[in-house]
């Protein structure tokens, strides 16, 4: 399968990627796709069943979160023009959501940092002191790393024809959960389909 690389999407500064974390600096979003694949043509999709898990997540985030990243998955295919169907044989294509968390640890040697000492009378003679020092400023941060992941496959032949992903630093707070996992969700398909290859009945809509 011929796979053609784009240059990575812009996005959102506080958006949500490890299914739910929150970045602190801009996600970047990259996708792959099968330049053979006929992508107008597709017209209904069916949406795959998500994971029970997330790798490095806690146990119950899909029990949470489950519903609403597939909610947010209908919404950002229907917008295109997709038609959902719940039956294999009437889908086109199938939409696969899933993700990852690993730990990372930045480390980071800001080199020799001087300060300097007070400065007043000595006693004993009249005249000004002074003093520099200085020392090693290492700095070590430790956080979770999270990894959105969309795959879109062509029932027929039932290969990948789209893949997505974004990773940033992850915030695990629980509130608001629902709305950073649906903005990510819907961020991360944004790149979907490949631009100038909507579905042939959305582009006579218009």
Not at 61 to 79: F, H, K, N, Y
Not at 122 to 143: A, E, F, K, L, P
Not at 153 to 174: F, H, L, P, Q
């Amino acid at each position: 399968m011929k796979l053609t690389k784009l240059v990575p999407l812009a996005a959102l500064a506080a958006l949500v990627i490890g299914l739910t974390g929150c970045a602190t600096k801009p996600p970047k979003v990259n996708t792959e796709f099968d330049s053979a694949a006929g992508f107008t043509e597709a017209q209904t999709f069916m949406l795959l069943p998500l994971p029970k898990d997330i790798p490095g997540a806690d146990p119950g985030i899909m029990m949470r979160l489950g519903p609403t990243i597939e909610q947010a998955v209908r919404d950002s295919m229907t917008a295109k023009g997709y038609t959902e169907v719940m039956e294999k044989t009437d889908a086109d294509i199938a939409v696969l959501i899933h993700g990852k968390m690993v730990p990372k640890t930045d480390v980071t040697d800001w080199g020799f940092q001087p300060y300097y000492g007070a400065y007043g009378w000595n006693r004993g003679y009249r005249g000004y002191y002074g003093g520099m020092y200085g020392g090693s400023n290492v700095t070590v941060d430790q956080y979770d790393e999270g990894t959105l992941i969309g795959e879109v496959y062509d029932v027929d032949s039932k290969s990948m024809i789209w893949v997505g992903w974004m990773t940033a630093r992850a915030n695990t707070k629980r509130e608001g959960q629902e709305e950073r996992s649906s903005a990510a969700v819907a961020r991360l398909l944004n790149g979907y389909p490949p631009v100038g290859m909507m579905p042939v009945t959305d582009m006579a809509e218009k």
